[in-house]
């Protein structure tokens, strides 16, 4: 019995509905505030996306489907957007103030998160469960943990706390389910084939047996897909599914955790080189008022290049040696 | 290969297009995945329920692109589970966070430039060690990691004095610092007259500015990885399940160290030069 209970607090179903209650407040708050012009239609999105939250494990497919669809038709058509009339708490002499009074102190809440998730990973390990999920459901628990540690040490109340969560939720916007919708992507494309698509492509340039031009062909792939998209998230799926699981991992038998993650920021270097990548390169560029746009992608090109060769390299040894 | 294999690219196509035009990312990412399926002869729902009596939606035995979306969308939820550790981060930055990081990085002592951006490059990827994400562009490279550079340039005689001209009104910095990509692209033209006054390329002042927002971005990218709350983690954890390998979170993080070490050695590398030409230019002027 305690057991059972233990289980189904400490679940990955409980940290998704924490979350989903933390976005339904999150929704409740932006329906209220008068000077979001657009505070209907986000509203309507934080409010849909707490729902799938809290309900995706039981609900059908089909219906998180089309709530799915609804969330990024809101999105598509700009109706998510956020309030004017807040005042970014940051710019304050406050803040400063604040700053004094608590000093080191105000890192503990936010190191909680990492100190708790640890903690949690090990607590499943020992208990022979799986240790993934002890760091997700410690991330879960680690944040309700920091909010409380939050408030302790501050002496806020929850509303300006769950308001602050918000403002930081809003001014990163829509594009928080980019990742979700990502890797949707990517099991769509195994649905329908793309990856085999693009794997037998490859196949016709590069014997399947030459690991060495395979990787480089791996590597090559994500930094081209990451300079036109500007985001190695987006490349990610579309070369795991087409080329790194089919013609590496699969083949050789190579441990996927290492060619995954080589593979990614692989694709880092690729946006250390991109105009598309605007908020990392062109930005602060403007931002540092230098003369020229491009100064910083040209500075950051050839440690991109060498780092990347590395990646190549690192890549290939690792699966020879193992 | 036949005509209709080749269409099913067509998923690719949309989202490389779609993204370079800069369109919503996650309605190009959508209508892709809705393409590619209905190219491929899937679906839009599985044969069950009431949808088995509707004409054309439905094929039996085949499952539908709107389930499947659905199933993976709700399968990689922990994608997103980083909304949970917003209050606390939000509260905290009202009571200080990011003065009290400042102050932090205010007391670096570091001799050279070169040495200013390695320490900060080694805060930044501490920062992604500890599950933090944020720009550091505007709150900490525009406001203290540039000043800082151009004194520590100014003392060793590489920089002319006065350089600090032009400065940003804090309030473009503040609307910039938390924009998603593509509503920065509105800033590109913020390049005003009086910097195109300066030289290009040579000039060390430009090539200052540049290693503090590569300092930022090395940091940034690679230190992230090293913990496994953070998105990139998230992320191949998610995509590998669903390509039906179960990767672990940890193992993902352990394989990362060898490219952040590299990640640092060559930044080291790369600003002992700068540092070196730096103090030529220094020389010259001499």
């Not at chain 2, 393409?35 to 539908?64: D, I, M, N, R, W």
Request: hydrophobic share 50%; net charge positive.
């Amino acid at each position: 019995m305690t057991a059972s209970i233990f289980s189904s607090v400490f679940s990955l179903d409980a940290v998704y509905v924490l979350t989903g209650v933390a976005l339904l407040i999150f929704a409740l708050m932006t329906f209220a505030d008068r000077s979001n012009s657009r505070r209907a239609g986000s509203g309507c999105f934080w409010f849909t996306l707490g729902i799938i939250f809290m309900f995706g494990s039981v609900a059908p497919h089909w219906l998180t489907g089309l709530l799915v669809l609804f969330l990024v038709a809101l999105d598509g058509f700009g109706r998510v957007g956020r309030g004017s009339g807040e005042t970014d708490p940051t710019a304050g002499d406050s803040q400063a103030e604040h700053a004094r009074r608590l000093g080191n102190r105000i890192f503990i809440p936010v190191l909680a998160i990492p100190i708790v998730t640890f903690s949690f990973a090990l607590v499943f390990r020992r208990l022979g469960m799986d240790v993934n999920r002890g760091a997700l459901v410690g991330l879960g628990f680690g944040g309700l943990a920091a909010m409380f540690a939050c408030l302790k040490l501050t002496g806020s109340d929850a509303r300006t706390l769950m308001n602050e969560g918000r403002r930081l939720n809003e001014a990163m916007g829509a594009v928080n389910i980019l990742p979700q919708l990502l890797a949707s992507l990517g099991v769509i494309f195994t649905a329908a084939g793309v990856g085999s698509l693009i794997a037998q492509g490859i196949q016709q340039i590069i014997p399947a047996n030459n690991l060495f031009l395979l990787v480089l062909a791996n590597c090559l792939g994500m930094a081209l897909f990451t300079i036109v998209m500007g985001n190695s998230f987006a490349a990610f799926p579309v070369i795991a599914t087409g080329v790194l699981v089919p013609l590496i991992i699969k083949p050789f038998g190579v441990n996927p955790a290492m060619a995954a993650i080589i593979t990614l920021t692989a694709g880092s270097s690729g946006t250390l080189m991109t105009p598309m990548a605007a908020n990392f390169n062109i930005v602060p560029a403007a931002l540092l008022n230098m003369g020229d746009q491009y100064g910083v992608i040209k500075f950051q090109s050839p440690y991109a290049l060498t780092l990347w060769s590395f990646h190549v390299v690192l890549l290939w040894l690792l699966i020879k040696i193992s | 290969m036949h005509i209709q294999d080749l269409l099913k690219l067509i998923g690719v196509a949309i989202v490389v297009i779609g993204l370079a035009l800069r369109l919503r990312t996650t309605l190009v990412v959508v209508v892709a995945a809705l393409a590619t399926g209905l190219v491929a002869g899937l679906p839009l729902f599985s044969h069950e329920g009431f949808f088995q009596h509707l004409p054309y939606l439905t094929k039996p035995g085949q499952t539908g692109i709107i389930n499947t979306l659905g199933r993976a969308f709700a399968d990689n939820r922990l994608m997103t589970l980083f909304i949970i550790t917003l209050p606390a981060i939000g509260l905290a930055e009202r009571y200080g966070l990011q003065e009290q990081s400042a102050n932090l990085i205010r007391k670096i002592r570091a001799a050279t430039v070169g040495r200013l951006q390695i320490v900060y490059q080694l805060f930044r990827a501490l920062h992604g060690l500890m599950g933090i994400r944020l720009n550091g562009h505007p709150v900490f490279v525009r406001p203290l990691i540039f000043p800082m550079s151009v004194g520590a340039a100014q003392a060793t005689g590489s920089a002319p004095r006065a350089v600090e001209r032009g400065s940003i009104p804090t309030e473009r910095l503040l609307a910039t610092a938390f924009s998603s990509v593509p509503r920065a692209v509105a800033s590109r033209s913020i390049p005003t007259k009086d910097s195109f006054a300066t030289a290009r390329g040579a000039d060390p002042v430009e090539r200052i500015k540049a290693s503090n927002a590569a300092a930022e971005n090395y940091g940034n990218f690679y230190g992230q990885n090293l913990s496994p709350v953070q998105a990139g983690i998230l992320l191949v954890y998610g995509v590998m399940q669903g390509l039906g390998l179960t990767v672990g979170v940890w193992d993902l993080v352990r394989y990362t160290i060898p490219i952040v070490a590299a990640s640092i050695i060559l930044a080291i590398i790369q600003f002992s030069w700068l540092d070196r030409s730096l103090a030529r230019t220094a020389e010259v002027k001499k």
